[in-house]
């Protein structure tokens, strides 16, 4: 093989490669690719996680359990939402009966 042929096969490897890492880039590989633009019963739900934006995920992902097991995503743009967080939130803060573990990326109440 010449010289040249050798320049332009490696060439056309690294454009593989590079077209192959594209498909792959930051901020892609969220959990919610649908979100829910409302709230069902407040009493209907076990169990809520909050995943803060990462290199993966450049969103924040609001991950709700209901009591039927049934999981699906919350928007978190939503004022319902945010409310809802904020209460929780204040709930958590409030309460010294009981320690709350938090980890870097994931953030999970019970409601």
């Known amino acids: 093989m010449s010289g040249i042929m050798k320049v332009f096969l ?26 829910r633009n409302r709230i069902s019963s407040r009493n209907d739900i076990k169990d809520i996680q909050i995943y803060s934006a990462t290199i993966f995920c450049d969103k924040v992902e609001i991950v709700v359990t209901s009591n039927s097991g049934l999981r699906y995503c919350l928007n978190p743009k939503l004022k319902a939402v945010q409310k809802l967080m904020a209460s929780i939130m204040k709930r958590e803060t409030s309460s010294t009966a009981r320690p709350t573990e938090f980890t870097s990326t994931t953030n999970t109440a019970r409601v």
């Open 10 to 35: 490696l060439l056309a490897v690294m454009v593989c490669i590079s077209e192959a890492q594209m498909g792959h880039t930051s901020g892609n590989l969220c959990l919610c690719q649908n979100v």
